[in-house]
């Protein structure tokens, strides 16, 4: 069964340090998104591609926070440099198209830690 | 303004017993998708059902059953004869217009054997 792959799973890091997510999508889905869900709440949009050009990062911290998708197909999200409030999990998820109805994938997540 | 809105921070029971989260939302599009996530401690995001706002029949999917009305806004989901497996945090999302999905904050649910 195809699934949304992200590495690594958990980081623990140093405040002012910087840190990369990965994110591999369910092949053939367009859109993907990332999502930081900080600890009992729920997930938030950070920034969502179609393809390779970003739609929608209105709720990406653009001082800090970096995400790419050079080639339309897997994604790096990054974090330079790290604050302590930016401990949650970060959530990767994929989808065939971005209208409403498309159910969306999400990876396992990556558990970040920042000392 | 928040679009989701589960008021169950957490709940507990015993194995067997009937256990079912509330959900309410908000939204002024007439069109627009809702969305139940259970998220099991490992972490991942596992969908369990979609609904737009012209379907509002119930559904059933064995020990899973989800309440839509639109009158009250309201799309709740039972798990009868709950499991230990069951236990998790459970999501319910809304996507309209501008195609987002924003989360409620989840509902954690205990069952105990």
């Known amino acids: 069964e195809a699934e949304v792959a992200q590495s690594p799973r958990y980081k623990i890091t140093e405040k002012s340090q910087a840190v990369a997510f990965w994110c591999d999508p369910i092949?053939?889905?367009?859109?993907l998104y990332w999502y930081r869900q900080i600890l009992g709440q729920g997930p938030e949009l950070l920034v969502q591609f179609q393809d390779e050009s970003v739609v929608d990062d209105s709720q990406l911290p653009k001082d800090r926070f970096s995400a790419e998708r050079l080639k339309g197909v897997d994604s790096t999200l990054k974090i330079q440099p790290a604050e302590l409030g930016d401990s949650a999990m970060y959530l990767c998820?994929?989808?065939?198209?971005?209208?409403?109805?498309?159910?969306?994938?999400f990876g396992p997540g990556t558990r970040l830690t920042v000392l | 303004a928040q679009k989701v809105t589960q008021a169950q921070t957490e709940i507990s029971v015993v194995e067997k017993e009937d256990v079912t989260l509330d959900c309410v939302y908000e939204?002024?599009?007439?069109?627009?998708?809702l969305f139940w996530y259970k998220q099991p401690p490992s972490g991942e995001l596992v969908f369990l059902i979609r609904r737009n706002s012209f379907d509002e029949q119930n559904e059933i999917s064995g020990r899973y059953s989800w309440n839509f009305q639109k009158s009250t806004s309201s799309f709740n989901f039972t798990i009868t004869a709950s499991q230990v497996v069951d236990s998790a945090v459970y999501f319910c999302a809304l996507s309209d217009n501008d195609y987002k999905l924003s989360f409620g904050a989840g509902t954690t649910v205990t069952v105990r054997a």
């Open positions: 998820a994929s989808s065939l198209g971005s209208l409403g109805y498309n159910e969306q994938f």
């Open positions: 092949s053939g889905h367009a859109t």
């Open positions: 939204t002024r599009d007439t069109t627009y998708y």
